[in-house]
């Protein structure tokens, strides 16, 4: 899963923000950014995998910044509070992150790779695909996915443009942006973050539920003219949701129709809990629950005029570590209607929280009742609730 963790830190979860000194918590302040920019003090400048002098970074036109190591290293025997990695030569280029990927929509909306994969899945009412290759603002998608979803993903978001137009006083031209964690010392290769020098617009991000630790930016004198790096060290990859990076693995190959269903789980070997410490529950509770299902399936929620008998069927199924569910079953499938309200279990499988126990999330089995009212014909009229057993 670590290799998904640079994915998530691309999407910022809010705007609480300390430089070298504490800056004010007011999101329209722009005090929130630093007066003084750095020049990567004593930090290595590496270029096409050998140390060069800063200055001699105006020698090569065509050089280009890869990342930052943030932490302290030592090249070619000397030891570095850090270094920034430059390439002139494709050769030595980093390997761009989701190439090859479709182009995403949410709710109309286009978003990066990353953003996607920070969605709420448990809110999504459709999802389609094209394999069809688009070019977009002259750019060449794999395809395209599209999302409608009941979350209002934008809400509290501002763009990557409008947040450096509105915080900076800088042009989105003179920026590039150093996306990274919050670790104070390196673990992995997804602890550097990660560099975001085009396609501003793509981004946004939160500018409540605040969990931007620093921003601080530095200058860099290229051969063609100076560029500002501004590093934003940001927690929100600890709000990863696996869930959707696991969906968006292969998002081509996407199962449209079932997208958190897996039908062929094998729970062998597998501890399933029936009372875990938190036990799995449904994305805003069972009301909003029952009303995805009443979409889905074509039934309303309100009840006839007409006469009409209550009759019920009971459904149950495991839901896994991520948050999908498996082995969905009922012991009611004679009765007329309950095929088509199964399927639409399995089309809002995306709906559910995993189990937790001992700190750690865990399989459980769920157990639920859904009631609806039928008429004389045995057709089913309205879903009246939803409960678990």
């Keep these: 899963m670590n290799k998904y963790i640079l994915f998530f ?10 430089s070298q000194s504490e800056y004010s918590k007011t999101p329209d302040s722009i005090t929130m950014f630093p007066k003084k920019y750095g020049a990567f003090e004593h930090y290595a400048f590496v270029l096409n995998g050998k140390v060069i002098k800063q200055e001699a970074l105006l020698n090569h036109p065509k050089a280009e910044l890869n990342n930052v190591f ?22 030595f280029a980093p390997p761009v992150g989701y190439a090859d990927q479709p182009a995403y929509f949410i709710n109309v909306r286009q978003v990066s790779p990353y953003q996607i ?3 709420k899945m448990e809110a999504y009412n459709h999802i389609s695909k094209s394999t069809q290759d688009t070019i977009i603002d002259g750019t060449q998608y794999r395809g395209s996915v599209h999302v409608d979803s009941d979350e209002d993903f934008f809400a509290d978001r501002i763009s990557l443009p409008d947040f450096i137009e509105n915080y900076t006083d800088l042009s989105p031209e003179e920026v590039i942006i150093h996306w990274r964690n919050t670790q104070d010392e390196y673990r992995n290769e997804d602890d550097i973050g990660t560099i975001i020098g085009s396609y501003f617009p793509l981004y946004s991000f939160k500018i409540r539920d605040l969990s ?15 560029r500002y790096v501004i590093h934003i060290i940001d927690d929100s990859y600890r709000r990863s949701l696996p869930k959707g990076a696991l969906i968006f693995q292969d998002p081509l190959a996407l199962n449209t129709v079932y ?9 062998k ?3 399933i809990f029936i009372r875990p410490e938190v036990n799995s529950f449904t994305y805003k509770g069972l009301s909003f629950y029952l009303k995805k299902l009443s979409s ?3 039934i309303p929620l309100a009840k006839p005029s007409s006469t009409t008998k209550t009759d019920s069927i009971t459904v149950q199924f495991i839901v896994l570590k991520d948050g999908m569910i498996t082995a969905l079953e009922s012991p009611d499938l004679d009765k007329p209607g309950h095929e088509v309200i199964l399927t639409a279990f399995k089309k809002n499988a995306c709906g559910w929280t995993p189990a937790v126990q001992g700190g750690r999330p865990v399989l459980c089995r769920r157990k639920m009742v859904l009631f609806y009212s039928k ?5 089913i009229r309205s879903l009246d609730s939803l409960k678990y057993r």
Excluded at 9 to 18: D, P, Y
Aim: net charge negative; proline share 7%.
């Design 212 to 226: 931007v630790n620093k921003i601080e930016v530095d200058r860099v004198r290229f051969a063609e003219r100076e």
């Design 296 to 298: 889905t399936t074509g």
């Design 117 to 119: 994969r920070l969605t």
């Design 9 to 18: 830190i691309l999407v910022l979860s809010g705007l609480e923000v300390f």
């Design 259 to 267: 997208p958190c269903y897996l039908s062929d789980f094998d729970p």
């Design 269 to 271: 070997d597998e501890q």
């Design 375 to 379: 008429d004389q014909k045995g057709d």
């Design 70 to 91: 943030p932490y302290p290293i030592r090249l070619e025997g000397s030891r570095y509070p850090g270094a920034v990695y430059f390439h002139s030569e494709q050769r």
